[in-house]
Structure formats: structure tokens, C-alpha cells
């Protein structure tokens, strides 16, 4: 990163004091209460070290309060910690409240509380279990109803994990729709911007979700011998098959091959589908 080789490199602070209380104190405080999760929002970037820079990809940052009085809000150690440690949130996650603690540097400007703030809590609601994701909606009145299938193709080519559209009643009795889109954090930005150029939206909403998730596997049936093949979805609970669904275009690939309907291809792969649920995995 600085352009020097290797063996010129000298880790200066490394092992100052205040970096190894910072390192040994962050890790024995989350031994000591237990933390599972370290949900890390926006984080504020002064004119900050190019390390803290490089460290912080892929977190959320916004500008300081008082860059002049604090240029460097967060240290490369303090950014080194977040990035090992922590992940990215859009927002401050569902939690019952348990504790605040609150840490004061040693800088005292006049615009701002140099001081960071961490919230300890158990996970409430959403937040409590599952995959994190990211719903990302607005509410449209003005789109041409032509125009919807395919802001909603726009959005799953963006990386959106799924998008829909659901019937509202807006101000003054105007009929129109919210647009919803769920996708993975890191999947925010594109999301967000194919809102914008495939919809007349002038903002979105975006909150932080959680998932809850079958384990499942993929398997292959064969309609009549030599094929056609149909791909099945398997989900398990707990180890075991609770649900198998064949995939709909290779359905609807198999009854053109097979000059047959896709309703009498898909109870046929279902039937077979379904016998994988009483075999053992």
C-alpha cells in the first residue's frame, strides 16, 4: 500500500501500549459478555491513515461532524478491529437493550463528543436468527403498469435475491404500489440504483432483515429413461427432507422435449420429486 518492499516495512505502533490495550481489552470484554455478533453501521472516515482506508472496505462510511477539530475518528487499530471482528449493518439492528458503555478519547473539541458509544443487547424481532439481508422499497403511483415487470426484472438482474410488487392505497385514495426488493448488504448500492433508474421513485426505504434458512440440496430425476432431466430443490429440517420442488423451467424444457403439457411434466416430476423426501440423505 505504501510502495516500499516488505523488509522495509516498519510496523511503528504495533506494539505501543495503547495498541495492545486496545487489541487485548476489545477481545477480553466480548470473552467476558459473551458477544456473538458485533453489528458495525456507518462508521465516520476523517483524513484518516491510507491503512484505515484500505481496512474499512466493504463498510458503510459517512463524513465526520468536525473533521477540522477531529481529523481521525477512527485509528487504524480501531478500524483493524471493526474489520476482523465485526460486520456491516445499513442500520442500528432490533435488540432488547441491555447495556451502554461509553469511551472517551482524549481530544476535547468544541463541536463534537469525542467519545464511542456501544450498545449491548439481545436480538429481537428480525434480528434474532437467520441470514441478514437488506429489503430495499418505495411506493410508486405515477409507473406505467407496463412498465413494472420490468423494473422487477431490472431489479434481480441487479443482484436483488427477490423483488416484488404490492397493491397500496396512497394519499387522497390514489391506488399504486410499493416495490420491494431483498438483497445482500453488499448488494445495497446496485440495488438501490436500479430503484432509481427503472422506477419513478424520487427515495427508497431500506431496513435490515434476517432470514431464516432451510439447508437444502439440488438433485437430478430422470422423466423417462435417457432423460429429460429435471432439477429438484430438497430442504431439510434438522436433517431431514421436509419439502422438494422441481424447478419450473426445466419443467416446462422437459414437456416441449416430451410434446407433452407442462401441468402433466410437472405432477410427474413432482411424483418423483416427492419420493426423495421418504429416502434417506
Known sequence: MHGVPVAEVQLEELGADDTLVDVVGVAAALD????????????????????????????????????????????PTGAAILTALGEPVPEMPEMRLEAVGVGAGARDPAGVANVVRVLLGTPTGAAAGGRRLVV?????DDLS?????????????????DAWSTPIVMKRGRPALTIS???????????????????????????GVARPELERRVVEVELAEGGPAVRVKVAYLDGRAVSAKP???????????????????????????????????
Open 32 to 75: 467476558a459478555l459473551d458477544v456473538g455478533t458485533i453489528a458495525v453501521p456507518a462508521v465516520p472516515l476523517g483524513r484518516g491513515a491510507r491503512a484505515t482506508l484500505e481496512l474499512l472496505r466493504g463498510f458503510d462510511v459517512r463524513p465526520p461532524q468536525a473533521p477540522d477539530e477531529l481529523p481521525e475518528p477512527v485509528t
Open 145 to 161: 403498469p407496463e412498465l413494472v415487470p420490468d423494473a422487477i426484472e431490472a431489479l434481480l438482474q441487479t443482484g436483488a435475491l
Open 181 to 207: 426488493a431483498l438483497c445482500e448488504p453488499e448488494d445495497l448500492a446496485a440495488v438501490r440504483r436500479a430503484f432509481f433508474e427503472h422506477t419513478t421513485t424520487l427515495g427508497v426505504r431500506v431496513h
Open 136 to 140: 430495499v422499497e418505495a411506493n410508486v
Open 247 to 281: 424447478e419450473h423451467d426445466d419443467v416446462v424444457e422437459a414437456a416441449r422435449k416430451l410434446d407433452r403439457s407442462v401441468r402433466a411434466v410437472h405432477e410427474a416430476a413432482s411424483a418423483l420429486a416427492h419420493r426423495l423426501l421418504e429416502e434417506p440423505r
